[in-house]
């Protein structure tokens, strides 16, 4: 009998303890979100405009895959496969379903450090010349590629600990000047590094502090050694590819298909290059031998780890900051969200799982991005057909590449780069809306071209907090007598059997990108009533470090959860605790802005400063055709309410 009983009660245990079927299956959604989305992928509406997109992705991803391999210092059939595996790995458990992973020119010039600081240049010579087994390539490549892979295991590593530790929530103190300022900065640093292909310059590897420098010293001090034949092709491929890339921005919602430049050009030049034997004939020098097929899987040298630790670093940080803002756009964009810790997971594993595969380090890149915008892609679908394409090339295609020339693979790369170079645009928003993070943005900058990406990117980080944090204790935030005053005025005048649904609600703290995520979500929550309708609006305090103060709701009754749709709703802002802002906390207030107005809710800000109201018409696109800035919530009450008059008197006439 007791035995039985005992039998029982661990069964019953158990049950407690067994997850239950539907939480196994809600957690494998939220790690593999191709299981929320591929079952619902509709084959009719999205297969072509993402086989579309997945031919001109596989366009970029060889040609980058190539360039960038040589960035970092290994054989240029290594980006090929740094093109494939990612690509697939992030489709699995990435949330960006526009964001093309693969290989990039950030990480790939990260890696470089390490790669020409333990496998020089010269010491090829003091290498086995003889070609090893794994696709006919020399020891001197097999170990340049095995630093790239250690570099690209350590930083997965990296990733997945800040997944394990949830550090995605701390992404916040990631602003856009920082962001913004870091990428412009490592772009510079890439184009910099193609200026010897570009010129056909014989020069060493240059690296570290200053090393930006040192490189146009280096190219002045030896002008007279520039290969004419190399400058001309970099030039006529940078006009042809500048040119035709605008033309296809201008005519893309005229023809179903956008020219493949960086493909015709790529064919065109090896052509013309094997043709004329220019590596004989001029010495110009071309990629070379490239083998196909792909080889074992072969681990990273562990040995060298602790040697490439700084480079890392680097790769997890700089790549998941560009990527994540890459999804964080894309998902904007297209009305989707993304998970910072998840998005974690998917960069980690895909530098982890293809560092066993001879693949440099990943990352989402802007150009190829963008390409997916432009070409309507739908879903990771077109990452996955781009992948079978890039197969292709690896087991067909790959050896006829020999002739390309390296300045044309340059030139390639200082085009694609286009979309970071002129950030250099935004100096001018950031100086409207607030100067102290255009300052941020030319001091990260600065930082990131004299040192490199990371020690920018720390920089900037460190930089915004200490001034956040020194003008913080200046702020003043608002009493709450008078709150509860304009409560009952407001409520005086609006007490209407048809009164029209109102929110008042102060901000009651500076607006800066520590808070002003939070500051969006609470304030969407208090816009559609997702709290709790048990709770009273009048339990919520105004109190010293709260952000947001609800006050009054009008006659909206308690049930609705979502914006009347007989009448439209109002919200009124009082910004007098709005002391300072950043130009996080004024893209955040034109965000919800445009957000309540897609929701059919009239938005009205009173008591803003002229500087608050100067950077806000620069940086939106606010309605001009209808005031929303007041000098009192009063004043905003009483608009309010001689529009509903005039409504109601059209309405009257009407019939």
């Known amino acids: 009998m007791t035995g039985a009983k005992r039998k029982k009660r661990s069964a019953l245990w158990g049950k407690m303890h067994t997850p239950h079927r539907e939480d196994i299956k809600q957690w494998c959604k939220r790690r593999l979100p191709i299981l929320e989305w591929a079952p619902q992928y509709n084959l009719k509406e999205n297969l072509l405009p993402d086989t579309v997109s997945g031919v001109m992705l596989a366009v970029q991803q060889v040609t980058q895959g190539l360039s960038f391999a040589m960035l970092s210092s290994v054989h240029p059939v290594f980006g090929l496969y740094g093109s494939l595996f990612p690509a697939i790995i992030y489709a699995i458990f990435g949330m960006g379903r526009h964001v093309a992973t693969g290989t990039f020119a950030l990480t790939s010039l990260i890696s470089a450090n390490a790669v020409e600081r333990l496998v020089p240049q010269s010491s090829r010579n003091l290498t086995i010349q003889s070609n090893s087994s794994v696709l006919g390539l020399s020891e001197f490549e097999l170990q340049r590629i095995g630093v790239a892979a250690a570099v690209s295991f350590l930083g997965g590593v990296i990733q997945l600990v800040m997944f394990v530790l949830q550090l995605g929530s701390a992404t916040f103190l990631l602003t856009e000047p920082v962001i913004s300022a870091m990428t412009t900065g490592a772009a510079t640093h890439v184009v910099t590094s193609q200026v010897k292909y570009l010129l056909g310059i014989k020069m060493p590897y240059i690296s570290g502090p200053l090393g930006f420098f040192y490189i146009y010293a280096y190219v002045f001090e030896n002008i007279k050694s520039v290969q004419l034949e190399a400058l001309l092709l970099s030039l006529l491929s940078i006009v042809v590819l500048v040119l035709v890339k605008e033309l296809n921005e201008q005519f893309k919602t005229k023809i179903k298909v956008v020219l493949p430049i960086d493909l015709v050009l790529i064919i065109a030049a090896s052509f013309a290059c094997y043709c004329t034997n220019m590596e004989n004939t001029y010495g110009l020098e071309v990629v070379g031998h490239i083998p196909n097929g792909i080889p074992p899987p072969r681990a990273p040298p562990m040995n060298i780890l602790s040697a490439v630790l700084t480079e890392a670093f680097g790769v997890a940080l700089v790549g998941y900051v560009a990527s994540l803002a890459l999804a964080q756009g894309s998902a904007k964009k297209f009305k989707y969200s993304v998970d910072d810790n998840q998005e974690f997971l998917a960069h980690g594993l895909s530098n982890v799982i293809p560092s066993f ?59 694609g780069l286009k979309g970071m170079l002129i950030q250099f645009r935004d100096l001018k928003k950031y100086w409207n809306v607030d100067k102290i993070d255009w300052g941020v943005w030319i001091s990260t900058y600065i930082f990131t071209i004299c040192f490199a990406a990371n020690v920018g990117l720390l920089f900037g980080v460190v930089c915004t907090i200490a001034i956040v944090l020194g003008r913080f204790p200046r702020a003043k935030t608002l009493s709450i007598t008078d709150m509860k005053e304009m409560e009952l005025k407001v409520k005086t005048e609006m007490h209407d059997e048809t009164s029209q649904q109102i929110k008042i609600i102060s901000i009651n703290n500076p607006l800066v990108f520590l808070n002003a995520k939070k500051f969006s979500a609470d304030l969407m929550k208090i816009i559609l009533k997702e709290n709790d309708s048990s709770q009273p609006l009048d339990d919520v305090k105004c109190e010293q470090n709260t952000l947001l103060s609800s006050l009054s709701n009008g006659n909206c009754n308690e049930e609705a959860s979502q914006p009347c749709p007989s009448e439209k709703c109002s919200l009124v802002l009082n910004c007098s605790g709005l002391t300072f802002f950043d130009y996080t906390g004024v893209s955040t207030l034109v965000e919800l802005y445009l957000d309540c107005k897609g929701r059919s809710v009239d938005v009205f800000l009173a008591n803003c400063t002229a500087s608050l109201i100067k950077a806000m018409t620069y940086y939106g696109d606010l309605d001009t055709e209808k005031p929303i800035f007041f000098d009192s919530v009063p004043a905003a009450i009483s608009i309010i309410q001689s529009n509903k008059n005039l409504s109601k008197a059209s309405d009257h006439s009407e019939v």
């Open 357 to 415: 595969l001879f693949c440099i380090p990943s990352a989402a890149a802007m150009g190829r991005t963008a390409g997916l915008y432009s070409t309507g892609a739908k879903t990771q679908v077109a990452c996955l057909i781009s992948c079978i394409l890039v197969l292709i090339v690896i087991y067909a295609i790959g050896p006829l590449l020999y002739w390309l020339p390296m300045c044309v693979l340059a030139s390639i790369i200082v085009v």
